[in-house]
Each structure stands twice: as C-alpha cells, then as structure tokens.
C-alpha cells in the first residue's frame, strides 16, 4: 500500500511539473526562435551533439547504478562523487581543446567560442550526475518536479535577455550553462555531498559491473541517436540542421513529456521489487497499454496539425520543417511506449540485455540514416530512415523484454488492438477534414482539428465498449 501511494504521488508531481515546465519551455522555444535564425540553431545544435557524448562520458552509468545499488554506504557515495568530479574537470577540459578540431571539421570558425564556453556545462553536468541519482533513490519527486520548473523560467529568462540584446547564438549557449549552473545549486543545497581528495575505488567497483553495460547502452545509443545531426552538419548545411533539429524536437515533446512522467519513477519504485520479473511484467503491460492508447491516436494527430504547430510554436520562417515533422510524427505512438522500456531492463537488474537491445537499435538507426544522407540526400530521406528504424527497433526490443520477464507474448500484442483502431479513426476523420475545409488562421485550423481529434477517439472508445475497460486498467494500476 505504502509502495503503491508513493509511486502514485511521484507519477503526480512528475507530471504536474512537467506539463507546467512544456507550457514554458514551448512559451521559450517559441519566442527564441522569432528572435534567432535557423542558421543560430544550427551552428548550436553541431555544438549540443558533443555536449550530449562528454555528458555522456561524465555520467558513464553512475546514476542509475546509484539508484539501483540499495547496499552504498555514505561513505562510498562520497568516493563516487569525488571521481565524477575528477572525470567533468577532465572531460571538461578535453571538450575545451577539442573546439579548435570541431570547428575546423565543419568549417565553422565561431564554433571555437561557442564550445569553449559550453565546456563549463560538462564539468557542472558530471557534478550533478550523483545528486540527481540520489534524489531519485530517495524518491524526492516533489523536489524534483519544483526545481525543474524553476530553472527552466530561470534560464529561459536568461536565454530570452541575451537574445534581446542581441547576442544571437551566444544566448543559446547562456541559456544552457546557466541551466547547469541552477541545477547544480539546487542540488548542493538541498543534499550537499562531501568531496574526497582520494576517492576509494572500491565504490567504484562495487557498481562497476552494473554501470559499464548501462553505459555501453548509453554509447551506442548516442551514435545511433546523433549521427543524423553530425551528418546533415557536415554534408547538408548549419541552415539544414536547424530545420530538421527544430522539426526533430518538436517529434519528441510528447515522447519525453508523456513517457518522463512514468519512466522517471518506474526505476527507482520497481527496482524495489527486481526479482519477481511476473509482476514486473504484468504491471508493465497496463503502462504499455495506456501509453499506446494516448500514443498512437497522437501520432496521426501530430501529422496532421504539423503546419499549425511548425507555424504557431516556431513562427514562419520555420516551414521547411513542415515535411520531416509530419514524416516523424508517424514514429510518436511507437517512441512514446517504446522510451519506457528502458527503465524496466534497468528494474529488471539485466542493464546487459540493455546493451544488447541498444546495439541491434543502432545499427538499424544508422542504416536509415546513412540512407537519408547518402542516397536520398534530404532531411525527407532521413526521416524515413529513422522511421522505418523506429519500427524495427521497437519490434527487436519487445522481443528481449518479454523473453527476460518470462512474458506472454499474445497478450503483449494484443494490447494494441484498441490503440490501432483510435488511429485508423483519427487518420480517416482528419482525412476527410482536410479534403473539406480549410482555414488560413492556423489556430483556428489547429483547434478544429483538435475537436475532430477528440471526437474520433471518444466515439471509437465508446462505439468500442472501450471507455469502461479504460477506467477500469487505470484503477488496476493505482491498485498495484
């Protein structure tokens, strides 16, 4: 009962602040990128991608294997905070002398500075690697969600006054730092760690084996999930990478703002139960189940308002990101219950069959693409690519889960039945609306849409008998 109530009240204040914090940083992103050009973006976001591998680097698989070690002594968390400390002066300091390589390597002399001063977010991203584990272990999800929501108002004002007074891609880069710098106060203050001038390494070891194979995971996963955005720098342009980074972000909002809510907690709650694999998976498949529900009707939702959205969040200037988005938007429904399953390989203690999942991912994510790239040559292309990987990915997967719970394969596909239905429901009613009207105002095009939307799920569970059954699998968790 007591476990049940705090899995409840964390899923909550995870949600509310999250959904709080999408208002704000759409209200950001949105404002941003009126005052800021794609190229601004483009040049930044060849900068976040290797921001993203030393952060990476500096995490190396110790927060998770913090949370899920429930034996680490004081003591020995200090040890493992001092070394991640040691490693983001190191990584820190690398990534600074490494900007001179990047900004030859795509001929972009201002990417010197910009690299340069994002080095301080790697060596604050390696220091708040332990904190942030530890307040997950200890399930401080009220602290959490209010110090989320704090610092993106926080930086975001900071990023919006350096765009005002016309520091152009520099105010991306402070937005970023002072994001890190927050965090790591909050942190510090809330549970300040001390720090060891010879960290033992005996704490290192003892999370070693748990740690290298989430981080092996974490490696692969980086490559598959960045290569498109190394690439299109390179071999497309600056300009290219901003569209498609605007249209690639705007894909995953509801990905990590639908599965966050749930895979932010799903770690530390049932690792509290990792050895009974049938209850992690009957648990699971609800989760599975409410996520496609939500999911799938969305995907052919965001398809369809993908010029409402490019247009009303970004603003007109956008618009080549309008067809990328709209060949993304039909991978959401599958990320949205595909970015969950990670959390339970890590319950599961098999971060191992995690590697393995990531690796098949990676090569699948790469072929597409290299195809995108190479042979289509178009962020159409690569689009396509990453779509037809998402499938395959999302197949090879379910696979391994399911086998490692020991689970039902049958009832596992039989999930979504209902999920695909909505879809269908959604994809003929929006179809229709197109063919019959059209509205120039893209809010109100975006908000009819929206009605039709609703409209098709809401008679397709009714007409379905599938509403009860809906309330039904939700009161069946909060029981759980």
Same mark, same amino acid.
């Given at each position: /009962?007591?476990?049940?109530?705090?899995?409840?009240?964390?899923?909550?204040?995870?949600?509310?602040?999250?959904?709080?914090?999408?208002?704000?940083?759409?209200?950001?992103?949105?404002?941003?990128?009126?005052?800021?050009?794609? #190229?601004?973006?483009?040049?930044?976001?060849?900068?976040?991608?290797?921001?993203?591998?030393?952060?990476?680097?500096?995490?190396?698989?110790?927060?998770?294997?913090?949370?899920?070690? #429930?034996?680490?002594?004081?003591?020995?968390?200090?040890?493992?905070?001092?070394?991640?400390?040691?490693?983001?002066?190191?990584?820190?300091?690398?990534?600074?002398?490494?900007?001179?390589?990047?900004?030859?390597?795509?001929?972009?002399?201002?990417?010197?500075? @910009?690299?340069?001063?994002?080095?301080?977010? !790697?060596? =604050?991203?390696?220091?708040?690697?332990?904190?942030?584990?530890?307040?997950?272990?200890?399930? *401080?999800?009220? =602290?959490?969600?209010?110090?989320?929501?704090?610092?993106?108002?926080?930086?975001?004002?900071?990023?919006?006054?350096?765009?005002?007074?016309?520091?152009?891609?520099?105010?991306?880069?402070?937005?970023?730092?002072?994001?890190?710098?927050? /965090?790591?106060?909050?942190?510090?203050?809330?549970?300040?760690?001390?720090?060891?001038?010879?960290?033992?390494?005996?704490?290192?070891? *003892?999370?070693?084996?748990?740690?290298?194979?989430?981080?092996?995971?974490?490696?692969?996963?980086?490559?598959?999930?960045?290569?498109?955005?190394?690439?299109?720098?390179?071999?497309? +342009?600056?300009?290219?990478?901003?569209?498609?980074?605007?249209?690639?972000?705007? /894909?995953?909002?509801?990905?990590?703002?639908?599965?966050?809510?749930?895979?932010?907690?799903?770690?530390?709650?049932?690792?509290?139960?990792?050895?009974?694999?049938?209850?992690?998976?009957?648990?699971? /498949?609800?989760?599975?189940?409410?996520?496609?529900?939500?999911?799938?009707?969305?995907?052919?939702?965001?398809? =369809?308002?993908?010029?409402?959205?490019?247009?009303?969040?970004?603003?007109?200037?956008?618009?080549?990101?309008?067809?990328?988005?709209?060949?993304?938007?039909?991978?959401?429904?599958?990320?949205? !219950?595909? +970015?969950?399953?990670?959390?339970?390989?890590?319950?599961?203690?098999?971060?191992?069959?995690?590697?393995?999942?990531?690796?098949?991912?990676?090569?699948?994510?790469?072929?597409?693409?290299?195809?995108?790239?190479?042979?289509?040559?178009?962020?159409?292309?690569?689009?396509?690519?990453?779509?037809?990987?998402?499938?395959?990915?999302?197949?090879?997967?379910?696979?391994?889960?399911?086998?490692?719970?020991?689970?039902?394969?049958?009832?596992?596909?039989?999930?979504?039945?209902?999920?695909?239905?909505?879809?269908?429901?959604?994809? @003929?009613?929006?179809?229709?609306?197109?063919?019959?009207?059209?509205?120039?105002?893209?809010?109100?095009?975006?908000?009819?849409?929206?009605? !039709?939307? !609703?409209?098709?799920?809401?008679?397709?569970?009714?007409?379905?008998?599938?509403?009860?059954?809906?309330?039904?699998?939700?009161?069946?968790?909060?029981?759980?």
């Amino acid at each position: /009962m007591i476990l049940r109530n705090q899995f409840i009240h964390s899923v909550l204040f995870t949600a509310g602040a999250k959904y709080i914090g999408l208002v704000v940083q759409l209200v950001i992103t949105g404002i941003l990128s009126r005052l800021l050009t794609p #190229k601004d973006f483009g040049v930044i976001a060849i900068a976040t991608v290797f921001i993203v591998f030393f952060n990476l680097l500096c995490d190396i698989g110790i927060g998770v294997a913090v949370i899920q070690n #429930k034996t680490l002594t004081p003591t020995e968390t200090a040890s493992i905070f001092s070394f991640s400390v040691y490693l983001g002066v190191l990584l820190g300091l690398l990534f600074f002398l490494a900007s001179g390589f990047i900004a030859d390597y795509y001929s972009q002399p201002m990417l010197i500075a @910009i690299c340069r001063l994002l080095s301080l977010t !790697v060596l =604050f991203a390696s220091l708040n690697v332990v904190p942030n584990a530890l307040l997950l272990k200890e399930k *401080k999800f009220r =602290f959490i969600a209010q110090r989320t929501l704090l610092i993106q108002v926080a930086s975001g004002i900071v990023g919006i006054a350096a765009a005002y007074a016309g520091l152009k891609a520099y105010a991306l880069i402070l937005y970023a730092i002072s994001a890190s710098v927050f /965090m790591f106060i909050f942190n510090y203050l809330k549970n300040p760690l001390s720090f060891e001038l010879f960290p033992k390494l005996s704490a290192i070891r *003892k999370i070693f084996r748990y740690s290298i194979y989430q981080f092996l995971f974490n490696f692969i996963n980086y490559f598959s999930r960045n290569l498109d955005k190394l690439l299109i720098g390179k071999f497309l +342009s600056p300009a290219s990478l901003g569209l498609y980074d605007k249209a690639y972000r705007l /894909m995953l909002l509801p990905v990590e703002n639908l599965t966050y809510v749930l895979s932010a907690v799903i770690h530390p709650h049932f690792s509290e139960f990792q050895q009974d694999k049938r209850r992690i998976f009957d648990i699971y /498949m609800k989760i599975v189940q409410v996520l496609a529900l939500v999911g799938f009707p969305l995907s052919i939702f965001l398809h =369809f308002t993908a010029s409402e959205l490019i247009f009303i969040i970004f603003g007109r200037q956008w618009s080549a990101a309008i067809p990328p988005f709209e060949v993304l938007a039909w991978s959401v429904g599958l990320q949205i !219950v595909l +970015s969950s399953s990670g959390s339970i390989f890590q319950a599961a203690n098999n971060t191992k069959l995690l590697f393995v999942s990531g690796f098949l991912s990676a090569i699948t994510m790469i072929l597409g693409i290299l195809y995108g790239i190479f042979i289509s040559k178009s962020l159409i292309g690569v689009s396509f690519g990453l779509l037809a990987a998402f499938l395959l990915n999302f197949v090879q997967c379910y696979i391994l889960l399911i086998r490692m719970l020991n689970g039902d394969f049958i009832t596992f596909i039989k999930l979504f039945r209902t999920p695909l239905i909505l879809a269908s429901l959604v994809f @003929i009613s929006e179809s229709l609306l197109n063919n019959s009207v059209t509205l120039h105002n893209e809010v109100a095009s975006f908000l009819l849409k929206s009605a !039709v939307a !609703v409209a098709a799920v809401t008679s397709g569970m009714l007409l379905l008998g599938e509403h009860r059954q809906f309330l039904k699998l939700l009161r069946s968790l909060k029981q759980q």
